[in-house]
C-alpha cells in the first residue's frame, strides 16, 4: 500500500484560499449583473410595460443577490477548510507525493529525476497572509503546493533543487 | 541571388571520391552557406548542368548574404488565396446576380468583386515576396541561423545540439517542382518553436538534414567517436541527373545502398505479380523528386527498412478508418452544397422535387444508403492509399524516418530519445481481421508563427507501420527501435475487476442513452403540439425513438466491450494500458518516460474499491495523460508505489 504523505499546508491558506474565491465571486457576479442590467435596459427599449421590465429586474437581482449568497457559503465557507483537510504532501529522497481533491482524491507522485526546475512564488494575498508557493515544473507540467509559510517554500525549494540534481546525477 | 548561386555549385560541383559526407556538403555549398571557406574550389560546370533559377529579385543580380528559401512559394501562396477566396466568390457572385434588378448592376456587381479578388492576391503576393525577401537563414558552425520579419525583425538561433528532427513535407504541385517545406523541430514542446522553411529544393533540404545531423553528432558526442563504420565511396552529392530521364528515380540502374528498396533480394526473372507492380510504383513514387530537386543520396548506413506490399496496402485501405471521417465531411459538405443549390431553385420546381422525394420507395431509399456507403467505402480507401503509397519506414542512426504518400509526400524522422510511448492501434474492422497500425508518440512543438497554422491531425505523433500483423506488432517495432526491447516483451494484461462492469455500463450505456432519451421526448412532445408537423409527427418521432433504441444497443454493446478491453499491466520498465470498445488502442509507455503519475478516486469508486490510474509523458506539444479507470484500488496503489525511483544506494551522499 501507498504511504500517505502527512505533512500539511500552512492552516492560514485556508484564509487565501476565502478571500480568492470571494474576489472570484464578487467579480464573476459583478458580469452577471451587468449582463443582466443590459438585458432588462433592453427589454425596457422594446416596448414591454415598464411595470412588468421593473418586476425582472427585481427577479433578475433576487436571483443573483441568491446565488451569491449560496456560492459564498459553499465557497468562502466550507470548501478552503475541507480542501485544508485534504491536502497533504511529501518529500521524500526520490520523489514528491501529493494528495488533494475534494470530489476527485488524487495522489501524485512526481520523481525528482524528472524535475526540471523549481521556484517560489508570491502572489499579493499569499504575501499578506506571510506565505509562498512552491512550484515543481517537469517536462510535462508544473505542480504547485500553494500554501507554505515563505522560509519553509525557500528551504523546500532548495532541498528539493539538491534532491533533484542528486537523482539526475545518478542516472 | 544567393540561392541561385549555391544551387550553381551545388549541382555542378562533384567532390572527390571518399570525402566524407560533411565536408563534400560543405565543398559543394557556397562559403556563406555554411559560413566557412569551403575546402576544394568547385569544379567547372558540366554540359547540361545549367539550368534556369527564377529570379524575382528587381537588382536581378546576385544578392549577397545568406540563403533564400526558393521563390516558388509566393505564387503558391497567391494561388492558395485564390482558392481560399474561390468558394467564397462564387456565393457573392451569385448573391449579387440575384440582387442586380438589371444587367447594368449585376456588371457592376462582378466588376467590384473582381476588383476585390484582384486587391486580395496583389496583397497577398506583395506581403508573400516581402517575406521571401526578408527570409533568409544559414547555418553556422554551431547553430541554424534564420532571419526574418519585416517591421519586427526576428532571429532565431537554434543550437544543432537541440535540433531534435528535421522533416518535409511536400504538396502535389511541390512535389511536382521537386519542392519541400522544410520544419526543424527543436527539444520542449510548445515552448520552444521549430522554425519552417517554407520552400526549399529536396536536394538541398536533405543535405541540410544530413549536414545538421553530422554537426549534431559533432556538436554532442566525445571528438573520438569515429563516424561509425566505413562507408563505401559516394559524393554526398551526386551530379544532376541528365536531361534525358529527368525523373528515374535514384534506385534505376545501379542498386540503392546495395539494398533493394523493400529488402526483397534479386531473383530470377518472373512474371509480374499484383506485388511487383506496386513495388515498381512505389519505386517510382519514391523516386520521383520533381523539377528542381537536385539529386542527393544520404551517406549515413540504413541499418533497418520496410515498406508495405499490395496485399497490405490494399487491406489498410479497405480496413481504415477514414470511411468514417470521408463520410462525416461528405455529409457536412452535402449539406452545405444542397443549402446553397437550393437558392437556385425555381419556386415552379418546388412541387415536382418534393412529389419526386415523397414516391422514393422503401427499396430505393435502401439502394441508395447501400450505394452511398460503398462509394464512402471506396472514397476512404483511395484517401488512405493515397496517403499510405510508396510507404517507407527506416532506421538510419538515432533516428526513425518515415517516407510516405502517392500525391503529396511526406518525410518524417523521429529521434529516438523523443519516443515518449507507443500506440498500437485497431479499429474496428482491423481488430476483427488482426492487423493494427503502430504509432510512435513523440514530442512535438509548435510551428513557428510565420503565417502558416499547423494542421495537425487528430492524433500526434509518427506512424510508423499503417497495417502490421497484430500479433507481430512488436517484433515489427523491436527491429525498427531495438532500444525499446525492453518494453516490448509480451506480458500478461490483467483485466479490471467485476465491479467495473456494472461502472462501465452505466457510464458508457445508461447515463448517455438516458440523455438521448430525454431530448427524444422532448422532441416528441414539441412535435405532437406543433400545428405544423402534425401530419408527419408520427413518422418522425417513431423514427426518433427507434434510432434511440439502436444508440441504446450500440452502447450497451460498447460499455460491456470496454469493460473485456480494458487491461493493464505494469513491470520490467514499462506501463501498458489497452483500452477502447469498438477500436481498440495498446500503449506502451516505458517508464523513464513517466514524468508524474497519479491515481484518482471520487466518492462512487471509494465505495467500489476501484480507482482510475494515470501516467503523465511529454508526448504531444504539452504534455500526454495515459489513463485507466476503475483499476482495483490496492493495484492502484501498488501501481502508484511502482513508478517512485528505486532508492538510491546507501553510499549516496545524504542529504
Not at chain 1, 449560496?70 to 478552503?80: E, Q
Not at chain 2, 419556386?347 to 422525394?357: G, K, N, Q, R, S
Request: hydrophobic share 50%; charged share 15%; aromatic share 8%.
Amino acid at each position: 500500500m501507498a504511504v500517505l504523505p502527512t505533512r500539511k499546508l500552512d492552516k492560514r491558506i485556508t484564509r487565501v484560499w476565502r478571500v480568492s474565491a470571494a474576489l472570484n465571486i464578487f467579480v464573476w457576479m459583478s458580469c452577471a449583473l451587468l449582463a443582466l442590467g443590459l438585458a432588462v435596459a433592453g427589454l425596457d427599449d422594446e416596448g414591454v410595460g415598464s411595470q412588468s421590465a421593473k418586476a425582472v429586474a427585481m427577479a433578475a437581482a433576487v436571483g443573483v443577490a441568491v446565488l451569491t449568497a449560496l456560492l459564498v457559503v459553499v465557497f468562502v465557507g466550507f470548501v478552503p477548510a475541507i480542501r485544508w483537510l485534504q491536502w497533504s504532501f511529501e518529500v521524500h529522497d526520490e520523489e514528491i507525493d501529493i494528495c488533494k481533491g475534494i470530489f476527485w482524491r488524487k495522489h501524485l507522485v512526481i520523481p525528482l529525476v524528472r524535475v526540471q526546475n523549481v521556484d517560489t512564488r508570491q502572489g499579493p494575498i499569499l504575501r499578506a497572509n506571510g506565505l509562498a508557493s512552491f512550484t515543481v515544473a517537469t517536462a510535462a507540467g508544473e505542480h504547485a503546493i500553494p500554501g507554505l509559510e515563505v522560509n519553509e517554500a525557500d528551504a523546500l525549494r532548495d532541498q528539493v533543487a539538491l534532491l533533484a540534481r542528486l537523482a539526475q546525477e545518478d542516472v | 541571388m544567393s540561392d541561385q548561386q549555391s544551387d550553381g555549385n551545388a549541382v555542378t560541383f562533384q567532390p572527390p571520391a571518399g570525402l566524407p559526407p560533411s565536408q563534400a556538403v560543405q565543398a559543394a555549398y557556397p562559403q556563406q552557406f555554411y559560413g566557412q571557406p569551403a575546402p576544394f574550389p568547385p569544379a567547372a560546370p558540366g554540359p547540361g548542368s545549367v539550368r534556369p533559377v527564377p529570379v524575382l529579385s528587381s537588382e536581378g543580380g546576385i544578392a549577397p548574404g545568406p540563403p533564400r528559401a526558393h521563390p516558388a512559394y509566393v505564387l503558391q501562396s497567391a494561388l492558395r488565396m485564390i482558392g481560399l477566396l474561390f468558394a467564397g466568390l462564387v456565393t457573392t457572385v451569385a448573391g449579387v446576380l440575384s440582387e442586380a434588378g438589371d444587367a447594368r448592376e449585376a456588371r457592376q456587381g462582378i466588376v467590384v468583386v473582381g476588383v476585390v479578388l484582384v486587391v486580395a492576391v496583389t496583397v497577398v503576393l506583395a506581403a508573400s515576396y516581402i517575406h521571401y525577401k526578408r527570409f533568409r537563414w544559414e547555418i553556422t558552425e554551431t547553430d541554424i541561423h534564420v532571419y526574418s520579419g519585416l517591421f519586427i525583425k526576428k532571429q532565431i538561433h537554434i543550437p544543432f545540439t537541440r535540433v531534435q528532427s528535421i522533416d518535409f513535407t511536400a504538396g502535389l504541385a511541390n512535389r511536382l517542382l521537386g519542392l519541400v517545406r522544410l520544419k526543424v523541430d527543436t527539444a520542449g514542446g510548445a515552448v520552444n518553436k521549430g522554425v519552417v522553411i517554407p520552400a526549399l529544393k529536396l536536394g538541398e533540404a536533405e543535405a541540410l538534414r544530413a549536414e545538421v545531423f553530422i554537426r549534431k553528432r559533432r556538436a554532442a558526442g566525445p571528438p573520438a567517436a569515429a563516424p561509425a563504420p566505413p562507408q563505401p565511396n559516394r559524393g554526398a552529392l551526386a551530379g544532376f541527373a541528365p536531361p534525358a530521364q529527368p525523373f528515374a528515380p535514384p534506385s534505376a540502374g545501379q542498386p540503392f545502398w546495395g539494398l533493394q528498396p523493400f529488402g526483397a533480394p534479386p531473383s530470377p526473372p518472373r512474371p509480374p505479380t499484383a506485388d511487383d507492380i506496386v513495388r515498381e510504383v512505389g519505386d517510382k513514387v519514391a523516386g520521383l523528386r520533381g523539377i528542381f530537386a537536385d539529386k542527393y543520396q544520404e551517406d549515413s548506413p540504413v541499418e533497418h527498412e520496410y515498406g508495405l506490399t499490395a496485399k497490405e496496402l490494399l487491406l489498410a485501405a479497405i480496413s481504415g478508418d477514414r470511411t468514417l471521417i470521408v463520410f462525416a465531411l461528405f455529409l457536412g459538405g452535402g449539406f452545405q452544397t444542397f443549402q446553397f443549390a437550393s437558392q437556385f431553385v425555381p419556386a415552379a420546381a418546388e412541387p415536382v422535387i418534393v412529389d419526386f422525394l415523397r414516391n422514393l420507395a422503401a427499396s430505393h431509399i435502401v439502394f441508395l444508403a447501400v450505394a452511398a456507403l460503398l462509394f464512402f467505402l471506396f472514397l476512404g480507401a483511395v484517401s488512405t492509399a493515397l496517403s499510405y503509397g510508396g510507404f517507407t519506414a527506416r532506421r538510419r542512426g538515432g533516428r526513425v524516418e518515415v517516407e510516405r504518400g502517392l500525391l503529396a509526400r511526406q518525410y518524417k524522422s523521429v529521434a529516438i530519445p523523443r519516443i515518449q510511448a507507443v500506440a498500437i492501434r485497431q479499429g474496428l474492422i482491423r481488430r476483427l481481421i488482426g492487423y493494427a497500425e503502430i504509432r510512435l508518440l513523440t514530442v512535438d512543438s509548435m510551428d513557428s508563427g510565420n503565417g502558416q497554422k499547423n494542421t495537425r491531425s487528430f492524433q500526434s505523433g509518427l506512424v510508423v507501420h499503417p497495417f502490421a500483423k497484430a500479433a507481430e506488432a512488436e517484433a515489427v517495432l523491436g527491429r525498427l527501435v531495438p532500444e525499446l526491447k525492453d518494453s516490448l516483451a509480451v506480458v500478461q494484461l490483467k483485466p479490471l475487476p467485476k465491479v467495473a462492469l456494472r461502472r462501465s455500463v452505466i457510464r458508457f450505456g445508461v447515463i448517455p442513452v438516458l440523455f438521448y432519451a430525454l431530448c427524444a421526448t422532448a422532441a416528441t412532445v414539441a412535435l405532437t403540439r406543433s400545428p405544423v408537423l402534425s401530419a408527419q409527427a408520427a413518422v418522425i418521432t417513431s423514427t426518433v425513438w427507434v434510432l434511440v433504441s439502436a444508440l441504446l444497443l450500440l452502447h450497451l454493446a460498447g460499455s460491456v466491450l470496454w469493460h473485456r478491453h480494458a487491461a493493464y499491466a505494469y513491470g520490467s520498465g514499462r506501463l501498458v494500458i489497452r483500452r477502447g470498445a469498438y477500436a481498440q488502442t495498446t500503449t506502451i509507455i516505458p517508464r523513464r518516460k513517466i514524468q508524474w503519475s497519479a491515481t484518482a478516486q471520487n466518492p462512487f469508486q471509494r465505495r467500489s474499491k476501484v480507482a482510475n490510474i494515470a501516467a503523465t509523458t511529454a508526448a504531444g506539444i504539452a504534455a500526454t495523460t495515459f489513463s485507466l479507470r476503475d483499476v482495483a484500488a490496492e493495484d492502484a496503489a501498488a501501481y502508484l508505489d511502482w513508478t517512485r525511483p528505486a532508492p538510491r544506494p546507501a553510499d549516496s551522499p545524504a542529504v
